[in-house]
């Protein structure tokens, strides 16, 4: 946690104690690596800024909650796409803009740098893509699925077939990305950074493992939770739409 007098804290140790404080200091142009020597209070009196404002966002970092429990559809897409595809393309822009600054300043030396810079750049721009096919296509014909089964109302209009199909692909997506990510960690030895890191290498590598952590975590909401959710609607809404009730859905859904 980051400690409680943030005052007086130095720069560097905010971000050590805690490093999504880094993106923080970043918005204030708080530099943290080179500048880190100053406390929180002394960086942010040269700079014209105040000082209880960025206290108050970096005390925020804690009030977030954890997973999504419960097992309605609508509200885990709501999850889904209000804290971790935020959070994905809040991640990826201050990610690729450190690693920009790291293999400038350490590149030469650390020969992995560029590779994880390439690497995480595909992941960026396939993820972009794969969130606004989920969020504009998928997601509310799931949402339109679960609709017709609560009230009882029509089948949505057949996209795809079958559900499944999205689902297949969204699913290739997820481990093209979570591979991808294999290699960077494997690139940078488990995000270890070297002894000469500067304080933006080692927030660059706390970034990765936590996007990669959080990604794994929507993968698994996704694949394990949400779209299983998913083809037991679109089941449970073609038997109502042949006209059966629901104690006679279950003999006829696994022979569909």
């Known amino acids: 946690m980051i400690h409680p007098d943030l005052a007086t804290t130095t720069l560097t140790e905010i971000v050590q104690r805690d490093f999504r404080a880094g993106a923080i200091l970043d918005s204030y142009r708080l530099d943290y690596c080179c500048g880190g020597a100053a406390t929180l209070a002394e960086a942010c009196r040269l700079r014209g800024i105040d000082v209880e404002s960025v206290i108050a966002k970096l005390e925020a970092l804690h009030s977030s909650s954890g997973r999504f429990v419960?097992?309605?559809?609508?509200?885990?897409?709501?999850?889904?796409?209000?804290?971790?595809?935020?959070?994905?393309r809040r991640s990826m822009s201050q990610i690729e803009d450190h690693l920009e600054k790291v293999v400038e300043a350490h590149g030469a030396r650390h020969a992995e740098l560029p590779f994880i810079e390439s690497e995480f750049a595909k992941v960026a721009?396939?993820?972009?893509?794969?969130?606004?096919?989920?969020?504009?296509?998928?997601?509310?014909?799931?949402?339109?699925?679960n609709e017709a089964v609560r009230s009882g109302g029509p089948h949505p209009p057949d996209m795809f077939g079958t559900v499944q199909n999205p689902i297949r692909m969204m699913e290739i997506e997820h481990q093209e990305a979570t591979d991808r990510?294999?290699?960077?960690?494997?690139?940078?030895?488990?995000?270890?950074?070297?002894?000469?890191?500067?304080?933006?290498?080692r927030v660059v590598l706390d970034e990765l493992q936590a996007f990669e952590e959080d990604l794994r975590v929507l993968v698994?909401?996704?694949?394990?939770?949400?779209?299983?959710?998913?083809?037991?609607?679109?089941?449970?809404?073609?038997?109502?739409?042949?006209?059966?009730?629901?104690?006679?859905?279950?003999?006829?859904?696994s022979g569909r």
Not at 225 to 242: D, H, I, T, Y
Request: charged share 20%; proline share 6%.
């Open 125 to 145: 721009s396939e993820l972009q893509q794969h969130l606004v096919k989920e969020e504009q296509v998928l997601f509310p014909y799931i949402a339109s699925l």
């Open 181 to 201: 990510l294999s290699a960077i960690r494997h690139l940078s030895h488990d995000y270890t950074p070297p002894a000469d890191a500067c304080q933006t290498y």
């Open 220 to 253: 698994d909401l996704e694949d394990n939770v949400l779209f299983p959710m998913a083809v037991e609607l679109e089941e449970k809404a073609e038997m109502m739409g042949r006209g059966l009730k629901s104690d006679q859905w279950q003999p006829y859904a």
């Open 70 to 88: 419960g097992d309605d559809p609508a509200a885990l897409i709501q999850h889904i796409v209000s804290r971790h595809h935020a959070y994905v």
